[in-house]
């Protein structure tokens, strides 16, 4: 190896965003080897399974939200969505909608909220904070309202359940969907235009606008987006669940916000880490199925939850000081 070679590989090593990447995967490999020191259900296949199948909705919506945070923006709205789309899924399943027209109309759904937020957002100029806040209330009010406080059973016979618990060669369905969501988002923002808009757009707004980029536009597709894969999510949930109830998703915007920040995207816009995002999500659903092995107090667990975000977003803070600050 030349030497320029070698001190260009010994740059990208010390690089903020280098030790970032080895910083999470240190943290991931030594979490799992504490799990498994305290519990030995943990390293089983059908726990590791029940993990990834776990995990798969909150990965599903946090691809989404990747989005969203890298363009500046913020969704708290995805858990009140997440339960509107369950209970309307299982609804109409029990009036005896078509599955297949069930879940295009969900979908459909998902994007047309998803417009909603982002419409309000790009082209009202009211921040995304504000408007996803609102939309909570207002979706977790229409699933209460719909429901009346009851959970709306899906049929053990249905189809439909197999999109929540159904295997294709011993890997659960929800991990082969979400395995499908992280691929299209990851190709999306990294190579495609759309992509490259979003990660400017987050990062230099007013320069990107002045480059000719309608960017309400590309603010607008964002969410629309992660509707998409929150309607996606909530289908998934229903069907694992086998219900529809108004109380799916409560502080589950809190937990996709943290996988996205814990997996290294700038919480303040303008760097998004699709694979930091999935390691992320599955460490957060590691550590929380430890702790659950474990049988320490669901408190405590929320706890510990808390400590890692708040750790996650000072070192994100460290990481925008040392890329700002003069090499």
């Known amino acids: 190896m030349t030497k320029p070679m070698r001190d260009g590989l010994l740059r990208r090593l010390r690089s903020p965003d280098t030790v970032f990447q080895l910083t999470l995967l240190a943290i ?7 799990l498994a020191a305290t519990s030995d259900r943990f390293v089983t296949s059908a726990n590791l399974w029940n993990i990834v ?30 339960a509107v789309i369950a209970v309307l899924s299982a609804l109409s399943l029990s009036v005896g909608w078509p599955i297949w027209l069930m879940v295009l109309a969900m979908l459909a759904l998902g994007v047309a909220l998803g417009w909603f937020n982002g419409y309000f957002t790009a082209y009202q100029s009211i921040p995304a904070f504000i408007v996803t806040l609102a939309t909570l209330s207002i979706l977790r009010g229409t ?31 929800p991990a082969i969907l979400a395995i499908i969501v992280v691929i299209v988002g990851y190709v999306l923002l990294n190579h495609t235009r759309f ?15 002045r480059a000719g980029v309608n960017v309400r536009r590309i603010k607008l597709f964002v969410f629309m987006f992660s509707g998409l894969a929150v309607a996606l999510g909530g ?30 995207t700038n919480l303040f816009g303008g760097e998004g880490r699709m694979l930091g995002t999935v390691m992320g999500t599955l460490l957060l659903a590691m550590i929380g199925n430890g702790l659950i092995l474990a049988q320490t107090d669901a408190f405590y667990q929320q706890i510990i939850e808390g400590a890692i975000i708040l750790a996650a977003i000072w070192f994100n803070l460290v ?8 090499r």
């Open 53 to 82: 199948r776990q995990a798969a909705p909150t990965l599903i919506v946090a691809v989404g939200m990747t989005f969203v945070i890298t363009v500046g923006g913020i969704d708290l709205s995805v858990g009140s969505m997440l």
């Open 143 to 173: 699933a209460q309202l719909i429901t009346k406080g009851y959970s709306i059973p899906v049929a053990p016979d249905s189809p439909f359940l197999w999109l929540g618990r159904g295997r294709v060669l011993d890997v659960p369905v």
């Open 235 to 264: 289908m998934v949930t229903s069907a694992r669940l086998a219900s529809g109830s108004s109380y799916s998703g409560v502080a589950f915007e809190l937990q996709v916000i943290a996988a996205v920040i814990v997996g290294g």
């Open 319 to 326: 990481l925008a000081r040392q890329r700002r600050s003069p």
């Open 195 to 209: 992509g490259l808009y979003v990660t400017g757009i987050g990062s230099n707004e007013e320069g990107v606008r």
């Open 28 to 34: 991931f490999v030594v979490v799992f080897l504490l």
